[in-house]
């Protein structure tokens, strides 16, 4: 990466506050986390006790396989149907197993601009695990640096890679490119596991007043997990720039999220090539 990008990444523009993480975790910072995690988990919980609402997870075993071997850094990808997906879809989870894997939960990437406005939001934002991602800054910026360096560790990311929350009768987005590099810059070639959630929006309201909903079943689709490994090597041996590389990336781990999408019958036959005929790929 060239000087001025280091800079630039150094730099969060529009980030008002310190850089929240520490460079090492001491054990009373990751009491902290555990604890922020923790309850996150409960309330989220809250939503599906009793009966309150329903959830259904398909193919979890595959989900929870991936998250045992620590050996391995995960990227998952999923749709995006309310601001709060993330936690709720990872009440997939029992509440044993949440925290026999407490040291491999994800990390995500979250709006500068709506959960780290303010110095406590920063604060508790980062110990639940959430990344600071500041809108317009592009690939090369902190927020993915950091998470670039958690692969690096093996850790887990997740990361909604359509950038925003997209209601499921709206046509879908193209990918945003920083899925591309969280793949591509990783030093071992991460495994990827596609994850689809529907009507996570009945539960969850996309518009204000934002109250919880009840009566309703939410489903959540574990893809078959994959690794690019093999279509990097390939890409890397011809005439392209790391941005043709990296669009290269992002349109098959797009096209595999939506062919979930289809699978799960939240999405019409075709979708996921129809959006590439809308954005062509790159030839190779």
């Known amino acids: 990466m060239s000087g001025t990008m280091r800079d630039k990444t150094n730099?969060?523009?529009g980030f008002r506050f310190s850089w929240p993480f520490p460079k090492k975790p001491s054990l009373f910072y990751r009491i902290k986390s555990y604890m922020t995690m923790s309850l996150v988990t409960s309330v989220s919980k809250i939503m599906f006790i009793g009966g309150s609402n329903k959830l259904i997870c398909h193919n979890k075993e595959t989900f929870v396989k991936l998250i045992q071997n620590e050996n391995q850094p995960l990227i998952t990808v999923s749709n995006h149907r309310s601001n709060i997906d993330d936690p709720l879809m990872w009440?997939?989870?029992?509440?044993?197993?949440?925290?026999?894997?407490?040291?491999?939960?994800?990390?995500?990437?979250?709006?500068?601009?709506?959960?780290?406005?303010?110095q406590f939001h920063t604060t508790m934002f980062s110990l639940g695990r959430c990344v600071p991602c500041v809108r317009g800054e592009g690939v090369y910026q902190k927020g993915m640096d950091f998470c670039v360096d958690m692969l690096n560790d093996n850790k887990w990311v997740h990361i909604f890679p359509e950038g925003k929350v997209c209601v499921a009768a709206e046509?879908?987005?193209?990918?945003?490119?920083?899925i591309g590099r969280l793949v591509m810059d990783a030093k071992t070639d991460p495994i990827i596991l596609p994850v689809w959630c529907k009507r996570m929006e009945d539960v969850w309201p996309i518009h204000p007043p934002y109250?919880?909903?009840?009566?309703?079943t939410v489903e959540v689709y574990i893809g078959e997990p994959f690794s690019l490994s093999d279509l990097k090597k390939k890409i890397s041996s011809k005439d392209l720039s790391t941005e043709q590389m990296r669009k290269i990336i992002t349109d098959e781990v797009q096209t595999r999220m939506?062919?979930?999408?289809?699978?799960?019958?939240?999405?019409?036959?075709?979708?996921?090539?129809?959006?590439?005929?809308?954005?062509p790929p790159i030839e190779y």
Do not use: V
């Not at 939506?258 to 954005?279: M, T």
């Open 171 to 178: 046509e879908p987005l193209r990918f945003k490119w920083g």
């Open 211 to 216: 109250y919880p909903k009840f009566g309703n």
């Open 91 to 118: 009440c997939i989870l029992k509440f044993r197993e949440f925290w026999r894997y407490k040291d491999r939960h994800r990390y995500t990437l979250a709006a500068h601009n709506i959960c780290f406005t303010k």
């Open 258 to 279: 939506y062919q979930l999408g289809e699978k799960a019958n939240d999405l019409p036959k075709g979708s996921a090539q129809a959006i590439l005929r809308k954005n």
């Open 11 to 13: 730099d969060m523009q």
